[in-house]
């Protein structure tokens, strides 16, 4: 149980151009998804955390403009990367929270997204 | 600021070896998770420490949560080259947030 998936696993686009991730919970509601990004080598950062039927609240320093949030439904957000650049180019990460957890909210993450901007 | 500091940053060892990674902040956690991931993937829970003091085992892999909850640390028996990864310990940040260490990129060599 608790799978997330994330779609496309990879993409690469023009620059100037806009592409949509998709994060899914598969088996269960998420009241709450994370979008993360990580670069080469480097760790998992937050960008946004995303809640069913509400605005995304953005950590400091990412552009809500550039990074589009949009969590329809209880098993979907979308992160739309607007009008990309090659320094956009990165690793993406959704997690989704069940809220049905009997310990801590456990995150449960995608599987990623690679995207690549030329 | 909560943070938390891995290390080390990379760790390379023979197949058959035993290996600490340690996680540290100078601030007190309500827990810690210990992730793994695989390149090209997304990171997989290994476990979730909750108790001052508290000693978990998964197979080959020992986790410690300190007595003060500001550190954590993974010890691994018998390396084998399955354990190759990165490993990232997470810790929470206010509500449902989790803030991750930089990781220690662990690779065994058969």
């Known amino acids: 149980g608790a799978v997330v998936s994330q779609h496309p696993s990879r993409v690469i686009c023009k620059s100037g151009t806009s592409v949509k991730i998709e994060c899914r919970s598969l088996?269960?509601?998420?009241?709450?998804m994370f979008w993360y990004r990580q670069f080469p080598k480097q760790s998992l950062m937050l960008m946004a955390t995303?809640?069913?039927?509400?605005?995304?609240?953005?950590e400091q320093g990412v552009e809500k403009d550039k990074f589009l949030i949009n969590h329809a439904s209880l098993t979907l957000s979308t992160l739309t990367v607007t009008s990309a650049h090659p320094e956009d180019s990165s690793f993406y990460i959704c997690s989704a929270i069940a809220g049905t957890s009997t310990f801590i909210d456990t995150q449960y993450f995608g599987p990623g997204t690679r995207l690549t901007v030329l | 600021t909560q943070l938390l500091e891995q290390s080390p940053q990379f760790l390379s060892i023979q197949e058959g070896e035993n290996l600490t990674v340690y996680c540290n902040s100078s601030s007190v956690f309500s827990s810690l998770q210990w992730y793994r991931q695989e390149p090209g993937e997304g990171p997989v829970l290994l476990v979730t420490?909750?108790?001052?003091?508290e000693v978990k085992k998964l197979k080959r892999l020992t986790f410690q949560f300190g007595d003060a909850r500001k550190d954590s640390s993974l010890h691994i028996t018998a390396a084998q080259p399955g354990d190759t990864g990165l490993y990232l310990c997470?810790?929470?940040?206010?509500?449902?947030?989790?803030?991750f260490g930089q990781g220690t990129r662990l690779t065994i060599n058969p």
């Open positions: 997470a810790g929470p940040k206010g509500a449902q947030k989790l803030v």
């Open positions: 420490v909750v108790t001052g003091g």
């Open positions: 088996d269960f509601q998420a009241t709450t």
């Open positions: 995303s809640n069913e039927g509400s605005k995304a609240t953005y």
